[in-house]
């Protein structure tokens, strides 16, 4: 007699879970991610209320670069332009999505699709002098799955390309006038 109850609360969780697909899974904790040697996620707990420091697009992607607050009082105070480097504890996020054209625009402008990646930077010269003071990071968006991975390994994983800005302590992205 219990068979009957469990095999038919059983069939009933089946069909939940094939009609909700994942919703039922657990979420994923990101903020328990971590960059192997490297940055983890829980560091830029907070991001996403960040300020702007300014956009990017590439051919198939948009991007908000953002900044904590020592990055955005150094870019203000004109570092790098003013030959100085940003202070410790400046960090920088990035959030790339894959763009589309606005479907409801009057005009031609690409927005915001499906999210691609989200890219940190740390300067701590403590736990990073190699790099002069600054670490990176990339986790990479499973949209069906919702989930984020590690995209690259080691806290260094930027560095060789940021070394080509080393006169501006190591960061591409301006603050333009707003």
């Given at each position: 007699m219990t068979k009957k109850p469990v095999s038919a609360f059983a069939i009933a969780v089946?069909?939940?879970?094939?009609?909700?697909?994942?919703?039922?899974?657990?979420?994923?904790?990101?903020y328990a991610l971590k960059?192997?040697?490297g940055l983890a996620f829980?560091?830029?707990?907070g991001y996403d209320a960040w300020q702007t420091i300014a956009v990017s697009e590439t051919e198939t992607s948009v991007k908000?670069?953002?900044?904590?607050?020592?990055?955005?009082?150094?870019?203000?105070?004109?570092?790098?332009?003013?030959?100085?480097p940003f202070p410790e504890?400046?960090?920088?996020?990035k959030i790339e999505w894959i763009k589309k054209k606005?479907?409801?625009s009057p005009y031609p402008v690409n927005v915001p699709d499906t999210l691609k990646s989200l890219s940190f930077i740390?300067?701590?010269?403590?736990?990073?002098?190699?790099?002069?003071?600054?670490?990176?990071a990339q986790f990479d968006y499973d949209a069906p799955s919702k989930a984020f991975k590690p995209s690259v390994t080691g806290s260094e994983c930027g560095y060789s390309c940021h070394s080509t800005v080393a006169s501006r302590d190591y960061i591409f992205?301006?603050?333009?006038?707003?």
């Open positions: 089946a069909v939940l879970v094939a009609l909700n697909g994942v919703a039922l899974l657990p979420q994923q904790n990101r960059v192997p040697d829980s560091e830029f707990k908000a670069i953002l900044g904590n607050p020592t990055m955005i009082a150094a870019y203000k105070a004109g570092i790098p332009d003013n030959g100085h504890g400046s960090k920088t996020a606005n479907p409801v740390e300067k701590d010269s403590k736990r990073f002098p190699n790099t002069h003071g600054w670490a990176y992205t301006a603050y333009p006038v707003r």
